[in-house]
């Protein structure tokens, strides 16, 4: 999880805690190292009862041996009396610490922060420069849920970074009913094949079946079906200019000679059994249609990761990632999100 520091500047910020962001929920079957749906490392053996913790995954070569690139990012932790933002294991960002972007300081409802442009050379005196690192941080009204994410647009191709969320404390899943999760959308746009970082916000909503897929339809103990959606999106570069009609203008030149997109596409889950999981995580597919030259084609494609919430099953944060191709570019969208039952 993030650091303890966190749930504690929920508390103080918000003034809106939900008891003990550290005590285990009340209510509900304990259980014990349950099957997971998750595929990225954190919690060894999570459960309904306890904190949550994933993180992005390092890539894995054709040997299966790690390469440079994703889950470098390590000791995410954020500090409410500068209001800074920390994390280990990525060269030239400065001394770990991230300021409050001064020109786009809040992302939808993530703070953003930069890491310094500069460090100095104590023996030299002389100025050696960064790379320019930027992290997203969310925590939810509760402080029982949060969500952070860093990246760079110093290298070509993708730069070292990551991204990590958690959930502190219990769940409870009902077994029957269905509920809609509604909440903004934060996120960091990175690149292959150019350098440079955008950001990106947007609207998310999410429903969950409680009543089917049936268990074993899904074989991991819920079954439970899941719908999601991401849309409003607009983009903006690092000082928080919008930039939506340069970037709609790129995909229109390489994707759609027939007419013009006039907003992004719409994010939306991939619907079927085995998403979500008694401990409350869920993991799946997601992707974004267009159509070019009059026919329908895939767009956007990726991953969602969520983990759930609440006596009632009243919150949610996670992170999604996709990848689309415009001009023999790959942009990479990661973005964090936490949603809540109004």
């Given amino acids: 999880m993030l650091s303890v520091r966190t749930a504690v500047l929920a508390c103080l910020l918000l003034g809106a805690c939900d008891g003990n962001p550290f005590e285990a929920g009340a209510g509900g079957p304990d259980i014990t190292g349950s099957a997971s749906v998750s595929t990225l490392p954190g919690t060894a053996n999570p459960t309904a009862r306890g904190d949550i913790t994933r993180m992005e995954a390092r890539n894995k070569g054709p040997d299966g041996g790690e390469v440079y690139g994703n889950g470098f990012a390590e000791a995410y932790s954020y500090d409410a009396a500068g209001d800074t933002f920390s994390v280990d294991n990525l060269a030239f960002d400065g001394a770990n610490v991230y300021s409050r972007s001064p020109t786009f300081p809040t992302v939808g409802d993530a703070g953003l922060y930069q890491a310094a442009a500069v460090y100095e050379d104590a023996q030299t005196g002389q100025q050696i420069d960064q790379f320019s690192y930027r992290a997203l941080y969310g925590v939810s009204r509760t402080g029982r849920t949060n969500f952070a994410i860093v990246r760079t647009g110093g290298y070509v191709p993708f730069g070292f970074g990551g991204f990590i969320y958690s959930r502190d404390g219990a ?35 999410m429903s969950i079946d409680f ?13 439970a079906g899941i719908r999601g959606r991401v849309d409003n999106r607009r983009v903006f570069d690092l000082n928080g200019n919008d930039i939506t009609a340069s970037v709609l203008a790129e995909i229109n030149a390489d994707k759609n000679p027939d007419f013009d997109l006039t907003e992004l596409p719409t994010l939306l889950f991939k619907v079927g059994p085995g998403v979500l999981d008694n401990n409350g995580e869920a993991e799946g597919q997601i992707d974004s249609t267009i159509v070019s030259s ?27 990632v996709v990848t689309s191709d415009i001009g023999g570019v790959t942009v990479r969208e990661t973005g964090g999100f936490i949603l809540y039952r109004p």
């Avoid at 009059?294 to 996670?318: H, L, P, R, S, T």
């Fill in 294 to 320: 009059g026919e329908a084609e895939g767009f956007e494609d990726g991953k969602y990761y969520v983990v759930i919430a609440g006596a009632n099953a009243d919150e949610a944060a996670g992170v999604i």
């Fill in 171 to 205: 769940v409870v899943l009902p077994t029957t009913g269905q509920a809609r999760y509604n909440g903004n959308y934060s996120g960091l746009r990175d690149f292959s094949g150019r350098g440079g970082m955008q950001v990106v916000e947007g609207d998310m909503q």
């Fill in 211 to 223: 009543n089917d897929f049936n268990p074993d339809e899904g074989g991991t103990g819920n079954g």
